[in-house]
């Protein structure tokens, strides 16, 4: 028994990526390129993007994250719909994602929510920070 404890803290401490936890900063570390991966039903999606103007929520069935690190998270039952004011395009829809929308309580990393902005002007000019 003695010995695998310490084979056990061994690898622990070699290994200390396989311990990492999840934060809030590595969610919103700029300094990597985040994936989104988003399922929804595709007639869903359409019906968002023909009412690009309304805040109706739709279900998305899954939603996965991977940052830094490779570090990743999935999420069940949330809820998407459009956001912004006059930047508005289907083309490129900004999107608010709510966690809770059909889990209460449920969250990535301590956020409830999430604005994913598609950096539109309002005029179907596309435009980077």
Do not use: C
């Not at 990526?17 to 399922?39: G, S, Y």
């Not at 069940?76 to 719909?81: A, E, Q, S």
């Not at 449920?106 to 002007?121: A, P, R």
């Amino acid at each position: 028994m003695r010995f695998h404890n310490s084979l056990l803290w061994t690898i622990l401490l070699v290994s200390p990526a396989a311990v990492t936890a999840q934060t809030q900063d590595d969610l919103f570390d700029d300094r990597v390129v985040h994936e989104v991966r988003m399922t929804m039903d595709p007639t869903k999606w359409q019906t968002l993007l023909n009412n690009i103007l309304d805040s109706t929520d739709y279900p998305v069935d899954t939603f996965v994250w991977k940052g830094p690190r490779n570090l990743s998270a999935t999420l069940n039952d949330i809820t998407i719909h459009s956001r912004g004011y006059g930047s508005r395009d289907a083309r490129k829809p900004g999107l608010h994602v709510g966690f809770d929308g059909q889990v209460t309580g449920q969250n990535l990393l301590g956020e409830s929510s999430l604005e994913l902005k598609s950096n539109t002007d309002g005029d179907g000019q596309f435009f980077s920070n």
